[in-house]
């Protein structure tokens, strides 16, 4: 099967949004009354990114994809689409993407909306991001992909040690200076399933992980037959494999199982280490980030191996329950080296701050009263450099503050009548 692309697209840039707060995973088992091995070991999870009240999916998202713009100095009038991958919408219409439009200050010809299908979303993002880009050649603008979420479960649940929250922000174009993604047949499993959902009058979502974890693997299996049927390739073709990740230890579990069925004579441990491990670390500080988890691992990958991997090719398996699942393969482009140090996951961990279990219970009390109608406060962002908060929300309207500069002409003068909205709603 051939591989040939007119217009190859893939992934210019990316960047990660790193939340200021986290918790030790273990003082969450101190507070539950769970051996702390079961979530440092049994579930490989390490430290839980913390959203704190002034924070969600929309800041996240524009932090991300600001951070995205000034590191790479990417024209934000050069973006003829935005998409934003999210299951963490603020409003049943308005889609987030509407919300970074203005932030963004992005041009009123730029074709904004969320896709959402669970943690599958931001891929949904990216093959829409891809095919617009192929069927142009760059003539109409680069194309933003931003995954932005905050995973929360209720306390005392067996999902509480999973939760977590990131944002990545891709930019897509014609010059696929990090990732490159292959043209092969598409490889894609879906099936109705309850095994994850967050109802509408929920802040937290139900999970049935046994069944979850069964149709991640049923997912997986057919999307690796399909893919490798179809493109030709087999396993020795892959140097990494990145999977969506809702707790670290599904990943050994993902690769075991493939492992077992195709790998050569290298043990599963070393095999691990050598293909996974280097996109997995980012996950064992940041817990699940949903839709963002696969891209936070591509992320991490490129953090760490930069140009040394130059042409390698990685697998990605994205899941996202419900269920929709996808295998695809990229190879690492040439100057993924001059980039890896703007990726900024590294910076971003180093300036974060650790909450104790009394900090972590206080933010989530707050932000479900604000997630009400009738709050509204300032300042309550923790991360100083955070270029906007969320207010509260009044008369059914959410309200941002923008606390610095973002780029462009246009977008201080949105910045300017946002934070004038804001100073009369809080007088
Ligand atoms: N020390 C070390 N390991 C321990 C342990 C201990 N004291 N106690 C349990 N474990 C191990 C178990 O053996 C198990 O490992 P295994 O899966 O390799 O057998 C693992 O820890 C988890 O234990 P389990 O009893 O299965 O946990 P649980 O029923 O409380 O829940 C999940 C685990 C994964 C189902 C739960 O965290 C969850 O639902 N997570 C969210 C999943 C999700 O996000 N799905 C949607 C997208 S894919």
């Known amino acids: 099967m051939s591989n040939e692309d007119d217009h190859p697209a893939g992934i210019e840039a990316i960047s990660v949004y790193v939340p200021q707060n986290f918790i030790e995973a273990t003082e969450v088992a101190a507070a539950n009354g769970t051996d702390p091995e079961k979530y440092t070991r049994g579930l490989g999870c390490r430290r839980m990114a913390i959203a704190s009240p002034g924070e969600d999916a929309v800041t996240y998202g524009c932090e991300a994809a600001r951070l995205l713009l000034e590191r790479y100095q990417s024209d934000a009038s050069a973006i003829g689409l935005l998409v934003v991958g999210t299951e963490s919408g603020v409003d049943g219409s308005k889609p987030v993407a509407a919300y970074l439009h203005g932030m963004l200050g992005l041009d009123c010809r730029c074709r904004v909306f969320d896709t959402k299908h669970a943690c599958y979303s931001a891929t949904a993002a990216l093959r829409i991001a ?16 931003v995954a932005t979420d905050i995973a929360r479960y209720d306390l005392g649940s067996p999902g509480e040690p999973t939760q977590g929250a990131a944002a990545v922000a891709m930019l897509v174009g014609n010059d696929a200076a990090c990732m490159q993604l292959e043209h092969f047949p ?11 959902w967050r109802p509408n009058y929920r802040h937290t979502a139900v999970v049935d992980g046994k069944v979850s974890l069964r149709t991640y693997l049923t997912a997986l299996e057919n999307t690796w037959d399909e893919y490798q049927r179809s493109s030709g390739l087999q396993w020795h073709d892959y140097e990494y494999l990145l999977f969506h990740v809702p707790f670290p230890r599904m990943a050994w579990k993902a690769f075991r199982l ?32 949903y839709s963002g988890s696969l891209y936070l691992c591509l992320a991490a990958l490129l953090e760490r191996v930069g140009q040394r991997a130059t042409g390698a090719r990685v697998g990605l398996f994205s899941y996202g329950s419900g269920c929709c699942a996808e295998f695809f393969t990229a190879r690492i482009g040439s100057s993924s ?32 009263r604000m997630e009400g109608n009738h709050e509204c406060q300032a300042g309550l962002a923790s991360d100083a450099d955070a270029a906007v908060t969320f207010c509260g929300t009044r008369e059914h309207r959410r309200l941002y503050r923008f606390q610095a500069p973002t780029a462009g002409a246009e977008s201080t003068q949105r910045r300017n009548s946002v934070n004038a909205q804001v100073a009369n709603v809080l007088r």
Request: charged content about 30%; overall charge negative; glycine content about 12%.
């Open 186 to 196: 598409e490889a894609v499993y879906a099936q109705e399933v309850m095994d994850f």
């Open 130 to 145: 891809t095919d617009w880009c192929r069927g142009h050649d760059g003539r109409r603008g680069k194309a933003l992909v």
């Open 258 to 289: 493939l492992h077992e069925r195709y790998g050569n004579g290298e043990s599963p441990e070393d095999a691990f280490s050598r293909m996974v491990e280097p996109g997995l670390w980012a996950c064992r500080e940041l817990g699940n980030c």
């Open 337 to 368: 080296g001059i980039w890896h140090d703007r990726i900024g996951i590294g910076n971003g961990l180093r300036r974060r701050r650790q909450i104790d279990y009394s900090t972590y219970l206080e933010f989530r009390q707050i932000t479900e």
